[in-house]
C-alpha cells in the first residue's frame, strides 16, 4: 500500500488556470429566478464552484493534450483507435472495445442486443440514466443492493455491494429466461458512490455462471473502486490500483463505460466484451448511430485523450489523492452537522437532505430545494438525487412510489478544485445550517416526460 506521506498534497501542479468569478448574492438570486429555480438551467458562468457531476468535467494532464496533436483522424482503422483499444485491454482486460461517444449509447448498444420487452435486470443500484435506457428497451430494472445502503448513517464499507439473497429469489421468482444479463455499478453512485467488494463482485459472477446468466460491470468509477478494495478488502492492501481494477473485470462478460469519469476526459465511452458473437451484433448498431465501429462518435483525438487518461487514472498517487479530497470535503461537512451518507465515498460528498431539511415533506423535492438554497448562499452547484430524479408513479391514481434516499450530492471534478476550494463549499453549508428552516421547498410547474429532473421547471412554496 502506498505510504500516507506520498499524498500529503497533490500529486501535481498547475500549469493552465481558468478564471471563475463569484456574482453577488443579488445576482444568484436573480439567476436562479431566471432558471426556473432548477440549477440545470444555469449559465456555469453564474457558478463559482461547481459540483453538478464529476462527469467530463475533469482537467487533462500534459500528457493527454500532447497526445492530442498525434489523434489519427482517419474515418476507418484510425492509429488511435488501436492505441486506445489495446489501453482498454491492458487495464481493464477485455478483447473487444466498441467506442461510443458516452455512457449512455454504451448501455443502449448493449441493452437493445440483450434486453426483451418484459426482460428484468437486476443491479445492485442503475444510475438514473442507466435505468432509463433498460426501461426504453422494455426492460425493468430490479435494485438488489443489500439494506443497509439505504442507511446513510451506517459506516461500513462496501454499502454498494448487492445482497445475493435479494438476487437469488429475483432469479427464482422471475426465472434465468427473464434476466438477459446481471448488472453491478461500481461505485454504486445512485446509492451515495459506495463501493462494491471484490468478494461481493466474485460471488454475484459464481451466482450468476449457475444460472447461466451474464454479468456486466457499470465500469464509470472502477478506479475509484478498487482504490476502496485496496484500503479496506483483507488481502489487497499490497496490490496496485492497476492489479485490483483488473482483477475486477474478470468477474464480468463485459462493462459498459462512461469515460467521462474515472478515465479523465471529458468526453467518451465504450463497450467492453469477451464473446465474439456479441461483439459482432452490436456493431451495425454502432455504424447506424455512432459512425464508424473505430471511432463511435469520438474525434481521433479524443481517442488518444482517453487512451492515456485509463493509464493516468490507475496510478496510485492520484487515485490516493483523489479520494482523499472527497474526504476532507465529506469530513468538514459532518463536523459541522451536514447530514453525509457515511462512509464518504468516492466521486462526492452525498448529504441525506431530507435529514438536513426535516421541515420539507418529499413532494416538495427537499434535495433540489438544497440544491436552490446553496447556490443562492455561496454560489456552489450540486445535483439532487431523490425524488426528482427518482420518484415512480404507482399504481393508484396520483400515487407516487418516493425512492428511499433523498441525496443530494457534490461531486468532485477531478483534479480540478484545490482544497480551498473545498472550505469555501463547507463555509457556505456552514452558514446555511443556521438558516435551514428557512429554506423554502418547490413546487413543479413543468415537467418532461422522461429523465425529468434535467429539464424541469419550479417555483418557491
Ligand atoms: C453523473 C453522471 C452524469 C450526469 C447524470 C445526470 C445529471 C448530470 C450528469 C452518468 C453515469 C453514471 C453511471 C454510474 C452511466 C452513466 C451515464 N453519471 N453510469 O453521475 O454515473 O454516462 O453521462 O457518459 O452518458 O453525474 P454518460
Known sequence: MIEKERVLAEPFRIKVIEPIKLISREEREKKIKEAYYNVFNLRAENIYIDLLTDSGTSAMSNKQWSVMMMGDESYAGARSFFRFKEAVQKILGFKYVIPTHQGRPAESFLFKVLIK??????????????????????????????????????????????????????IDKEGREKIPFIMITITNNTGGGQPVSMANLKAVKKLADKNHIPVFIDAARCAENAYFIQQHEEGYQNKTIAEIVKEQFTYADGCTMSAKKDPLVNIGGFIGLNDEELYRKILPHIVLNEGFVTYGGLAGRDLEALAQGL???????????????????????????????????G?????????????????????????????????????????????????????????KMELFRLAVPRRVYTDRHMDVVAEGFRQLTKKRDKIKGLKLTYEPPVLRHFLSRFKLI
Open 347 to 403: 466521486s462526492g460528498v452525498y448529504v441525506d437532505a431530507h435529514a438536513f431539511l426535516p421541515h420539507l415533506p418529499l413532494s416538495q423535492f427537499p434535495a433540489d430545494a438544497l440544491g436552490v438554497a446553496i447556490y443562492v448562499e455561496a454560489g456552489v452547484r450540486g445535483i439532487g438525487l431523490g425524488t426528482l430524479a427518482f420518484a415512480k408513479a404507482g399504481k393508484k391514481p396520483g400515487e407516487v412510489i418516493y425512492p
Open 311 to 345: 493509464y493516468e487514472m490507475v496510478d496510485d498517487d492520484y487515485m490516493a489523492y483523489r479520494v482523499r479530497q472527497v474526504q476532507y470535503l465529506g469530513k468538514q461537512l459532518d463536523d459541522i452537522g451536514v447530514d453525509v451518507v457515511k462512509p464518504v465515498g
Open 117 to 170: 420487452k418484459g426482460d428484468i435486470v437486476p443491479f445492485n443500484m442503475p444510475f438514473d440514466s442507466t435505468g432509463a435506457q433498460v426501461k426504453d428497451k422494455g426492460g425493468t430494472a430490479i435494485e438488489c443492493v443489500a439494506d443497509i445502503a439505504y442507511d446513510s448513517k451506517a459506516v461500513v464499507p462496501f454499502k454498494g455491494n448487492i445482497d445475493l439473497n435479494k438476487l437469488k429469489s429475483v
